[in-house]
Protein backbone atom coordinates (compact mmCIF):
# COMPACT_ATOMS: atom_id res chain seq x y z
CA UNK A 1 0.00 0.00 0.00
CA UNK A 2 1.42 3.24 -0.75
CA UNK A 3 1.63 6.14 1.98
CA UNK A 4 -1.59 7.87 2.06
CA UNK A 5 -0.74 12.10 1.33
CA UNK A 6 -2.63 14.64 3.60
CA UNK A 7 -3.57 17.84 1.75
CA UNK A 8 -3.73 20.64 3.94
CA UNK A 9 -4.13 24.35 1.87
CA UNK A 10 -3.44 27.72 3.96
CA UNK A 11 -5.78 30.50 4.50
CA UNK A 12 -7.82 31.58 1.72
CA UNK A 13 -7.85 27.61 0.43
CA UNK A 14 -5.96 26.38 -2.75
CA UNK A 15 -7.09 27.36 -5.88
CA UNK A 16 -8.09 24.79 -9.12
CA UNK A 17 -4.60 25.63 -10.58
CA UNK A 18 -2.69 25.47 -7.52
CA UNK A 19 0.11 22.62 -6.74
CA UNK A 20 -1.99 21.16 -4.37
CA UNK A 21 -4.77 21.13 -6.21
CA UNK A 22 -3.06 19.53 -8.78
CA UNK A 23 -1.17 16.75 -6.70
CA UNK A 24 -4.89 15.81 -5.65
CA UNK A 25 -5.69 15.07 -8.50
CA UNK A 26 -3.19 13.71 -9.81
CA UNK A 27 -2.93 11.26 -7.13
CA UNK A 28 -5.89 10.18 -6.76
CA UNK A 29 -7.92 8.12 -4.01
CA UNK A 30 -4.43 8.45 -2.08
CA UNK A 31 -4.72 11.60 -1.55
CA UNK A 32 -7.01 13.33 1.28
CA UNK A 33 -7.72 17.29 1.02
CA UNK A 34 -8.24 18.85 4.62
CA UNK A 35 -11.71 20.78 3.74
CA UNK A 36 -11.85 23.80 6.20
CA UNK A 37 -15.57 25.26 7.15
CA UNK A 38 -14.09 28.86 6.61
CA UNK A 39 -11.01 29.45 4.97
CA UNK A 40 -10.87 32.99 5.19
CA UNK A 41 -11.56 33.05 8.78
CA UNK A 42 -9.59 30.73 9.98
CA UNK A 43 -10.14 29.34 13.58
CA UNK A 44 -6.74 27.61 15.31
CA UNK A 45 -9.26 25.04 17.55
CA UNK A 46 -11.78 23.98 14.14
CA UNK A 47 -8.51 23.67 11.83
CA UNK A 48 -6.94 21.69 14.45
CA UNK A 49 -10.21 19.40 15.08
CA UNK A 50 -10.94 19.37 11.39
CA UNK A 51 -6.64 18.20 10.92
CA UNK A 52 -6.57 15.54 13.20
CA UNK A 53 -10.34 13.74 12.03
CA UNK A 54 -8.82 13.47 8.80
CA UNK A 55 -5.82 11.91 10.17
CA UNK A 56 -7.83 9.76 12.39
CA UNK A 57 -9.77 8.48 9.09
CA UNK A 58 -6.54 7.03 7.53
CA UNK A 59 -5.40 3.34 8.00
CA UNK A 60 -1.48 4.18 8.11
CA UNK A 61 0.21 7.18 9.31
CA UNK A 62 0.01 9.75 6.15
CA UNK A 63 2.77 12.59 4.88
CA UNK A 64 1.28 15.71 5.87
CA UNK A 65 1.26 18.24 2.62
CA UNK A 66 1.22 22.03 4.27
CA UNK A 67 1.36 25.34 2.58
CA UNK A 68 1.73 28.69 4.46
CA UNK A 69 -0.67 28.79 6.94
CA UNK A 70 -1.29 25.18 7.32
CA UNK A 71 2.47 24.42 7.84
CA UNK A 72 1.57 26.96 11.43
CA UNK A 73 -1.28 24.13 11.54
CA UNK A 74 0.59 21.24 11.52
CA UNK A 75 2.58 22.53 14.67
CA UNK A 76 0.15 23.17 16.58
CA UNK A 77 -1.66 19.80 15.47
CA UNK A 78 1.36 18.21 16.87
CA UNK A 79 1.15 19.70 20.09
CA UNK A 80 -2.23 18.51 21.08
CA UNK A 81 -2.45 15.34 18.80
CA UNK A 82 -0.88 11.84 19.62
CA UNK A 83 -1.92 10.34 16.01
CA UNK A 84 1.23 8.62 14.19
CA UNK A 85 2.44 10.83 11.02
CA UNK A 86 4.98 9.93 8.48
CA UNK A 87 7.04 12.97 7.77
CA UNK A 88 5.53 16.22 6.33
CA UNK A 89 6.32 18.82 3.78
CA UNK A 90 5.83 22.27 4.99
CA UNK A 91 5.89 24.87 2.34
CA UNK A 92 6.10 28.36 2.73
CA UNK A 93 5.36 28.39 6.26
CA UNK A 94 3.47 32.17 6.78
CA UNK A 95 5.09 33.86 9.61
CA UNK A 96 2.24 34.16 12.09
CA UNK A 97 3.64 36.31 14.97
CA UNK A 98 4.62 38.96 12.81
CA UNK A 99 2.16 41.79 12.10
CA UNK A 100 4.00 42.70 8.82
CA UNK A 101 3.88 39.57 7.22
CA UNK A 102 0.77 38.16 7.89
CA UNK A 103 -3.10 39.47 8.11
CA UNK A 104 -4.61 39.45 11.44
CA UNK A 105 -7.08 36.36 10.50
CA UNK A 106 -4.07 34.35 11.53
CA UNK A 107 -3.75 35.95 14.57
CA UNK A 108 -5.65 33.00 16.28
CA UNK A 109 -2.24 30.47 15.39
CA UNK A 110 0.02 32.95 17.77
CA UNK A 111 2.48 32.02 18.73
CA UNK A 112 4.26 30.02 16.20
CA UNK A 113 5.01 26.66 18.10
CA UNK A 114 8.80 25.73 18.63
CA UNK A 115 9.14 22.34 19.18
CA UNK A 116 10.83 19.90 17.43
CA UNK A 117 8.46 17.55 15.43
CA UNK A 118 8.23 14.00 16.16
CA UNK A 119 8.31 12.98 12.66
CA UNK A 120 10.87 13.78 9.47
CA UNK A 121 10.08 16.66 7.81
CA UNK A 122 11.13 19.05 4.94
CA UNK A 123 10.83 23.18 4.94
CA UNK A 124 10.29 24.75 1.63
CA UNK A 125 11.43 28.44 1.95
CA UNK A 126 11.66 31.18 -0.86
CA UNK A 127 14.06 33.97 -0.09
CA UNK A 128 11.49 36.60 -1.29
CA UNK A 129 8.21 35.28 0.14
CA UNK A 130 6.16 37.97 1.80
CA UNK A 131 4.87 35.85 4.35
CA UNK A 132 7.89 34.97 5.79
CA UNK A 133 11.22 36.42 6.00
CA UNK A 134 14.14 33.57 4.49
CA UNK A 135 15.71 33.96 8.16
CA UNK A 136 12.32 33.40 10.04
CA UNK A 137 11.48 30.03 7.54
CA UNK A 138 15.12 28.80 8.17
CA UNK A 139 14.60 29.18 12.09
CA UNK A 140 10.98 27.41 11.84
CA UNK A 141 12.98 24.30 9.99
CA UNK A 142 15.86 24.73 13.01
CA UNK A 143 13.58 24.43 15.73
CA UNK A 144 11.49 21.39 14.11
CA UNK A 145 14.56 19.46 13.28
CA UNK A 146 13.24 19.87 9.47
CA UNK A 147 15.74 19.95 6.48
CA UNK A 148 15.75 23.54 5.09
CA UNK A 149 15.35 23.80 0.74
CA UNK A 150 15.52 27.27 -0.30
CA UNK A 151 14.31 27.65 -3.64
CA UNK A 152 15.33 30.92 -4.12
CA UNK A 153 13.60 33.77 -5.28
CA UNK A 154 9.60 31.76 -5.60
CA UNK A 155 7.48 34.24 -4.35
CA UNK A 156 4.88 32.26 -1.91
CA UNK A 157 5.27 29.06 -3.91
CA UNK A 158 1.97 29.72 -4.94
CA UNK A 159 -0.15 29.92 -8.24
CA UNK A 160 0.14 33.64 -7.99
CA UNK A 161 4.07 33.06 -7.98
CA UNK A 162 3.80 31.35 -11.18
CA UNK A 163 3.67 27.32 -9.47
CA UNK A 164 1.43 24.95 -11.12
CA UNK A 165 2.70 21.41 -11.08
CA UNK A 166 5.83 22.10 -9.33
CA UNK A 167 7.80 19.03 -10.11
CA UNK A 168 10.21 19.87 -7.18
CA UNK A 169 8.14 19.50 -4.60
CA UNK A 170 6.89 16.05 -6.07
CA UNK A 171 10.49 14.94 -5.59
CA UNK A 172 10.71 16.66 -1.86
CA UNK A 173 7.55 14.54 -1.35
CA UNK A 174 8.60 11.25 -3.12
CA UNK A 175 11.82 11.62 -0.56
CA UNK A 176 9.34 11.48 2.61
CA UNK A 177 7.17 8.96 1.36
CA UNK A 178 9.55 6.70 0.77
Known amino acids: MMRPIVIIPGLGNSGP ?4 RLWQAELGN ?12 PNIAD ?10 DLPVPPVLVAHSL ?9 AKAARAVAGALLVAPADVDSDTHTP ?12 RL ?7 ASGDDPYVARAR ?12 VDIGAAGHINTASGFGEWPLGRLLLGELAR
Open 17 to 20: LHWQ
Open 30 to 41: NARMVEQDDWDR
Open 137 to 148: AQAFALAWGSRF
Open 70 to 78: SCALVAHWV
Open 104 to 115: PETRSFRPMPMS
Open 118 to 124: PFPSTVV
Open 47 to 56: WVARLDRVIA
